[in-house]
């Protein structure tokens, strides 16, 4: 798979969200009693306030948050997710899909009496329309259906026929990925290249009504399908920064907020949450921390080091002191709200195991005079990675007797996402927004690898991309295993295997997962996060 470009998303998104490194003096020195001046939007419409910036509207070329949170609220899928799950349901579809027998082939049954934002009827033909064009046009997120799609059309007027290039279990999944959404075939053209960032026009509650370089304007769609949103429209106001979006809504100048203020910020509104001033409302997220281990570099290289750093890690006091609580530890690549996660590396290795860690490494030939020396890289942009290595470091030092040491460097995101694939960090700090929800999308990006050795590990593939360059051939069958399996059951038991691997191998060290908050004023309600940790703006109300 065309891995690059998911590594690309990962660092947008990271720069985006994480634009500012704000220090505590900042939050401080802000006002303690909230100004109470008058909410911007009094006509039942809401104000949203964020910090990220949408570079497309198009969703054959949306592969940013900023960019497909926007896509989503307009938009529909043939899957969504249900509310505070990761399970998905038909929304323009009307039904699960049928799959034929050798897995390949998914025909799917869809709604009637839906229409464009332009007036122009949904059908299958639209959909098929939609579909090719996400590929053929080669956007940012065009591998996510290149990759496994072999064709697409309407067998009759509302009945979608799609046919795969090899089984894939989690599909019907991929299908509710924000930027696959019926647009009109009337507004967009099917060429590479071909888009159209400025407009969108598909089948959602809303309709884009303004498009400015800092702000933009839903309106309800009257002729929608479904049920109507609870507000008047939605006004989305860019902010230049965290702190600029941190002290608008103090102010009142926006009435929802959140996903891209700094960790001090949070903790600064949910105090005030909590005294009455507004509302925090937090989410389980879905996205995942972890330490990338690149087996080709030494001390790593060696799998006492890797078991080492596994057992000396202690994940409460990492996202006590660096995310003061807004986040879960992680014992898997699988986050917690799916079934198939296994805490592997808890059962393992525990948490601050400094015994066994210090066992491994004397075993392994080294002391105080021959320590295992790890370099620990992260994004210059990254605050929170760090505050992360800063935290790991010192815990080493206090505690491993000098057994293993920690050197912390940081280099700019977009050098960083070059050089990754290329190998030169021994290790690296990283976090991981899932395309779509499936198990998958968190194991097979990571694990799996086209070409590769046990000598050289992976020359091509999701582990090289990602910079471990992991290798095993077992894991890759198993992965291939379960991308066929139809058998929800027998599927958890590959994934379950799978993970038993990981902790074996320590490709990567989980780390934690997040707790997104959303901050809303009183008296708005409604206030809920899509699982992949977009805001739904349909249920907004004042």
Avoid at 209 to 219: E, I, N, V, Y
Avoid at 291 to 312: E, F, G, H, T, Y
Wanted: proline share 7%; aromatic share 12%; glycine share 6%.
């Amino acid at each position: 798979m065309n891995w690059p470009f998911l590594s690309a998303r990962r660092w947008v998104q990271i720069t985006q969200v994480l634009t500012v490194c704000l220090c505590l003096f900042v939050v401080v020195s802000c006002s303690t009693n909230p100004q109470t001046t008058t909410l911007t939007s009094g006509d039942g419409r809401i104000t949203v306030g964020t910090t990220l910036k949408p570079r497309t509207l198009d969703p054959a070329d949306a592969y940013e948050l900023a960019s497909l949170s926007l896509v989503y609220n307009m938009s529909d899928r043939l899957y969504t997710y249900e509310p505070g799950s990761t399970e998905i349901k038909p929304q323009l579809a009307t039904a699960f899909p049928k799959v034929s027998p050798d897995g390949l082939t998914y025909t799917i049954p869809l709604r009637q009496g839906v229409v464009f934002h332009d007036g122009t009827p949904f059908n299958a033909e639209a959909m098929a329309f939609t579909i090719r064009r996400f590929i053929e046009n080669k956007g940012k997120p065009a591998f996510l259906l290149g990759d496994v799609v072999e064709s697409a059309k309407a067998t009759s007027e509302y009945e979608l026929t799609i046919k795969l290039k090899k089984p894939f279990a989690a599909f019907p999944s991929l299908l509710a990925f924000a930027g696959v959404c019926p647009v009109s075939p009337k507004a967009y053209e099917i060429g590479e290249g071909k888009f159209t960032p400025n407009i969108f026009i598909g089948t959602g509650p809303y309709k884009l009504a303004k498009f400015g370089p800092d702000s933009l304007q839903f309106d309800v769609f009257d002729k929608y399908w479904g049920e109507k949103p609870l507000n008047q429209g939605i006004n989305v106001q860019i902010l230049s920064s965290g702190v600029n979006l941190y002290n608008a809504f103090r102010k009142k100048a926006v009435d929802v907020a959140g996903l891209s203020m700094d960790p001090d910020q949070v903790r600064s509104l949910e105090a005030s949450a909590k005294k009455g001033f507004w509302q925090a409302i937090p989410n389980q997220g879905n996205v995942v921390s972890y330490l990338a281990i690149n087996r080709n570099q030494k001390p790593v290289d060696n799998p006492a080091v890797r078991s080492a750093i596994a057992a000396m890690i202690n994940r409460p006091i990492i996202y006590e002191r660096v995310l003061y609580g807004q986040a879960e530890a992680l014992y898997s690549l699988i986050p917690k709200a799916f079934s198939d996660y296994q805490p592997v590396f808890q059962q393992q290795y525990g948490d601050g195991n400094i015994q066994k860690a210090k066992e491994l490494l004397l075993k392994a030939g080294f002391s105080q005079d021959n320590p295992a020396k790890v370099e620990i890289w992260y994004p210059s942009g990254s605050p929170t990675r760090s505050l992360a290595a800063i935290v790991i470091k010192a815990l080493a030092k206090k505690t491993m007797d000098g057994i293993l040491q920690f050197e912390i460097n940081t280099v700019e995101s977009t050098t960083a996402f070059k050089n990754i694939a290329k190998g030169l960090y021994p290790t690296f700090l990283l976090d991981w927004y899932p395309d779509f929800l499936d198990a998958d999308n968190y194991i097979q990006p990571f694990l799996s690898c086209n070409q590769g050795s046990p000598e050289k590990g992976c020359e091509d593939g999701g582990s090289q991309s990602q910079g471990s360059f992991y290798y095993n051939p077992q894991m890759n069958q198993l992965i291939d295993k379960q991308r066929q399996e139809q058998n929800l059951e027998a599927r958890k038991q590959i994934f379950a295997e799978i993970q038993n691997i990981l902790v074996r191998d320590i490709p990567y060290i989980p780390l934690w997962q997040s707790k997104d908050y959303v901050f809303a004023q009183t008296g708005i309600s409604g206030v809920q996060l899509d699982p992949t940790q977009i805001l739904i703006y349909r249920n907004l109300k004042k």
